[in-house]
C-alpha cells in the first residue's frame, strides 16, 4: 500500500498566524503605533533581494510598515554599523532586519551584533541566541521557530523523540537543535564532518534538514514513520530532502515550497508585531 504522510501546510499555518496578527496590527494603529520592520540589503545579490521584496510585501499586506535600506556592495563594517545603529535610535522602527549573507569583507558578526535585542526580530544577536538556549529569548531565529510552529499546530510531538538536525548554522540548525532540546526531544545535531550520516539519520522520529544542498536527504535514510522538517530552500524551488522519496517513508513531511519557508514570513511579522506592543505600553 502507498505511504500517504500528512502533509504540513505552512501556507495555511502562515495564513492562521497573520490572521490573529492582522487585529494585533488594527489595536496598535488605533493606539497611533504603526508596527515597522526595517529591512537592509547590502549588495545586489539577486536570491537576497527576492527575499527582502517578499518581506517587505509581506508587512505591507498586513499594515506593517516596512523601511527598506539598500547599501552598495562596496559598504564597510563601520558603515553598515553606523546604518544599523541610526535604526536602533529611530523610535519608529520596532524590528530590524539584516539580510544574511553580506559581501565576504564586512564582518557579518559585528554588524548581527550592533542590533539592539529589543529590535533582533530575526533572532540573530549572541544574545538573543543564549536567550533561546536558555528558553527566554524574546524573538527566537525565525526559521526554528517556524519549524516548531508547524509542528505545534498539527500537535507532533517532540517529547522524547529522537530528533536528528542535519545543519549547525548559527540561524538554523543550532538554535532549532536547542529548541527541539528545550521541548525534551533527544537530539542528535549532523554537520558536513559528522560520519555515517546516513545511519544517523535513520535514527530519527524527528528529521530536521537544514543543510542547503538541493535533494540532500535520501529516502532510504528516512525511518519508516518520521517526521520530516525540510528547511531547505534551493534554486529552483527545491528542498535539502529528496521529496518524492522521503514522502514514501514519512509520517508527515514539510513540501518544498510551501512548508517552512511562509511560516518563516509570518514568524517574522509577528516578532515585529510583538516589538511593536512592547513600545506601545511603555
Ligand atoms: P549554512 O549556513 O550554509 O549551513 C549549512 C549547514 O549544513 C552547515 O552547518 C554545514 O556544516 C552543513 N552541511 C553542509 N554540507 C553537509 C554535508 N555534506 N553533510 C552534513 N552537513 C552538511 O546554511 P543555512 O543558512 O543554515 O541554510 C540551510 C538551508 O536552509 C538552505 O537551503 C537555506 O536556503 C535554507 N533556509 C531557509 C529558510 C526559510 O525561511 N525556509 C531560512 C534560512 C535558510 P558545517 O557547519 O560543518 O559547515
Not at 529591512?39 to 527582502?52: H, K, M, N, Q, R
Not at 508587512?59 to 506593517?64: A, D, M, V
Not at 538554535?175 to 549532523?190: D, E, G, K, W
Given at each position: 500500500?502507498?505511504?500517504?504522510?500528512?502533509?504540513?501546510?505552512?501556507?495555511?499555518?502562515?495564513?492562521?498566524?497573520?490572521?490573529?496578527?492582522?487585529?494585533?496590527?488594527?489595536?496598535?494603529?488605533?493606539?497611533?503605533?504603526?508596527?515597522?520592520?526595517?529591512?537592509?540589503?547590502?549588495?545586489?545579490?539577486?536570491?537576497?533581494?527576492?527575499?527582502?521584496?517578499?518581506?517587505?510585501?509581506?508587512?505591507?499586506?498586513?499594515?506593517?510598515?516596512?523601511?527598506?535600506?539598500?547599501?552598495?556592495?562596496?559598504?564597510?563594517?563601520?558603515?553598515?554599523?553606523?546604518?544599523?545603529?541610526?535604526?536602533?535610535?529611530?523610535?519608529?522602527?520596532?524590528?530590524?532586519?539584516?539580510?544574511?549573507?553580506?559581501?565576504?569583507?564586512?564582518?557579518?558578526?559585528?554588524?548581527?551584533?550592533?542590533?539592539?535585542?529589543?529590535?533582533?526580530?530575526?533572532?540573530?544577536?549572541?544574545?538573543?541566541?543564549?536567550?533561546n538556549a536558555f528558553d527566554q529569548a524574546a524573538?527566537?531565529?525565525?526559521?526554528?521557530?517556524?519549524?516548531?510552529?508547524?509542528?505545534?499546530?498539527?500537535?507532533?510531538?517532540?517529547?522524547?523523540?529522537?530528533?536528528?538536525?542535519?545543519?549547525?548554522?548559527?540561524?538554523?540548525?543550532?538554535?532549532?537543535?536547542?529548541?527541539?532540546?528545550?521541548?525534551?526531544?533527544?537530539?542528535?545535531?549532523?554537520?558536513?564532518?559528522?560520519?555515517?550520516?546516513?545511519?544517523?539519520?535513520?535514527?530519527?522520529?524527528?528529521?530536521?534538514?537544514?543543510?542547503?544542498?538541493?535533494?540532500?536527504?535520501?529516502?532510504?535514510?528516512?525511518?519508516?514513520?518520521?517526521?520530516?522538517?525540510?528547511?531547505?530552500?534551493?534554486?529552483?524551488?527545491?528542498?535539502?530532502?529528496?521529496?518524492?522519496?522521503?514522502?514514501?517513508?514519512?509520517?508527515?513531511?514539510?513540501?518544498?515550497?510551501?512548508?517552512?519557508?511562509?511560516?518563516?514570513?509570518?514568524?517574522?511579522?509577528?516578532?515585529?508585531?510583538?516589538?511593536?506592543?512592547?513600545?506601545?505600553?511603555?
Amino acid at each position: 500500500m502507498k505511504n500517504e504522510p500528512l502533509i504540513l501546510d505552512g501556507n495555511q499555518v502562515a495564513s492562521n498566524i497573520k490572521e490573529v496578527l492582522k487585529d494585533r496590527v488594527n489595536q496598535l494603529l488605533e493606539k497611533g503605533v504603526t508596527p515597522c520592520l526595517a529591512t537592509i540589503l547590502v549588495g545586489d545579490d539577486p536570491a537576497s533581494e527576492t527575499y527582502v521584496r517578499m518581506k517587505g510585501n509581506a508587512c505591507k499586506r498586513l499594515g506593517i510598515d516596512s523601511k527598506r535600506v539598500v547599501l552598495e556592495a562596496s559598504t564597510s563594517t563601520e558603515e553598515l554599523i553606523n546604518v544599523i545603529q541610526d535604526l536602533n535610535n529611530d523610535p519608529s522602527v520596532h524590528g530590524i532586519l539584516l539580510q544574511h549573507p553580506v559581501p565576504h569583507h564586512i564582518d557579518e558578526r559585528a554588524a548581527f551584533e550592533a542590533i539592539s535585542i529589543e529590535k533582533d526580530v530575526d533572532g540573530v544577536t549572541m544574545l538573543g541566541f543564549a536567550q533561546n538556549a536558555f528558553d527566554q529569548a524574546a524573538f527566537p531565529s525565525c526559521t526554528p521557530a517556524a519549524i516548531l510552529a508547524i509542528m505545534d499546530e498539527y500537535k507532533l510531538p517532540m517529547e522524547g523523540k529522537h530528533a536528528v538536525v542535519v545543519g549547525r548554522s548559527p540561524i538554523l540548525g543550532k538554535p532549532v537543535s536547542l529548541m527541539l532540546l528545550n521541548r525534551n526531544a533527544t537530539v542528535t545535531i549532523c554537520h558536513s564532518r559528522t560520519q555515517n550520516l546516513d545511519q544517523l539519520v535513520s535514527q530519527g522520529d524527528i528529521v530536521v534538514a537544514a543543510v542547503g544542498k538541493p535533494n540532500f536527504i535520501q529516502g532510504d535514510w528516512i525511518k519508516p514513520g518520521a517526521v520530516i522538517m525540510d528547511a531547505g530552500y534551493n534554486e529552483g524551488n527545491i528542498g535539502d530532502c529528496d521529496y518524492e522519496a522521503c514522502y514514501e517513508r514519512a509520517s508527515a513531511i514539510t513540501p518544498v515550497p510551501g512548508g517552512v519557508g511562509p511560516v518563516t514570513i509570518a514568524t517574522l511579522l509577528k516578532h515585529t508585531v510583538d516589538a511593536a506592543e512592547k513600545i506601545a505600553v511603555k
